[in-house]
């Protein structure tokens, strides 16, 4: 009997948006998602672990344990969703599981290529009930079945990861709102419609020394001055235009840095748009 390919979830759709919103896919955070790999591999004492995300085209392997795994030689690599046993597990918010899958009625007619002997996929469920992707956990050398609590243990670390990922989606829609509401403000107040100009006025508000050709134009519009020292310096209006943008003080103090890591700071900012 020929293996059947799982069928798309029903909001298969707005599922890998979800996912596309994440912004993990091939992001390189093996270190934060090689944890809870970690984790599921010591609860349950299965010798491989993926952490794997399923975009609207393919899957992406976020992390895995052993890293010199059969399955896997580099992380976030990407892989073919088409004839994927994990693909099942997208389609139900309990785990699968197949201790053995010569027996288990979705993966017994697997070609199994990789002589996986056990295998478990637990869902990754966001907070909007989306199934993001999933964490898979194998055996290679003997079947192994794994007593209900520490399924139940596992399915709470994946939850946690879960949250975790929400948090960061959450974290980068907020950060690209604060963005373009500050761009939208600059550009309303000065007319200035320049990126270089919104990057200046940006250095300025970090307390950054920048070329006089470059704060001539804030100085014409009243938002920049010259100290006796020759320094230049956010005035009054300066002060409003910068609280009116969301750019406190207190945030651009702890983020006040210098040279070429500003710029790379503000094209952070600016790649955080890219949604």
């Keep these: 009997m020929n293996f059947v390919s799982a069928p798309l979830p029903l909001n298969e759709e707005r599922r890998a948006q979800a996912v596309a919103r994440t912004g993990l896919m091939d992001s390189n955070q093996a270190e934060l998602f090689n944890v809870y790999c970690e984790i599921a591999k010591d609860i349950t004492g ?31 690599s990407r892989r073919p969703k088409e004839g994927s046993v994990c693909a099942y597990v997208l389609l139900d918010s309990k785990p699968l599981l197949a201790f053995d899958i010569s027996k288990h009625e979705i993966t017994k007619s697997h070609p199994n290529d990789k002589k996986v002997k056990s295998y478990i ?118 002060i409003k235009l910068q609280d009116k943008m969301g750019l406190h003080t207190k945030v651009l103090n702890q983020l006040k840095v210098e040279g070429n890591k500003a710029d790379l700071m503000f094209e952070e900012m600016l790649n955080k748009l890219e949604v």
Excluded: W
């Design 121 to 238: 996929g637990f869902p990754i469920i966001n907070k909007d009930n989306y199934a993001l992707g999933m964490v898979c956990l194998m055996t290679f050398s003997e079947i192994k079945y794994v007593e209900q609590d520490k399924i139940d243990l596992v399915e709470k670390l994946i939850k946690r990861a879960a949250h975790q990922i929400d948090i960061m989606s959450d974290q980068k829609q907020l950060t690209t709102d604060r963005v373009i509401r500050a761009i939208e403000v600059f550009n309303e107040e000065t007319s200035l419609n320049d990126i270089n100009d919104f990057k200046s006025f940006i250095h300025i508000c970090s307390g950054m020394i920048i070329p006089s050709n470059e704060t001539s134009k804030f100085i014409e519009l009243k938002l920049c001055q010259i100290n006796e020292d020759k320094s230049v310096e956010l005035s009054i209006n300066g």
């Design 46 to 76: 299965y010798e491989t672990v993926l952490f794997q995300l399923f975009g609207a085209e393919d899957r992406c392997i976020m992390a895995e344990i052993p890293q010199d795994s059969i399955e896997v030689q580099n992380n976030y």
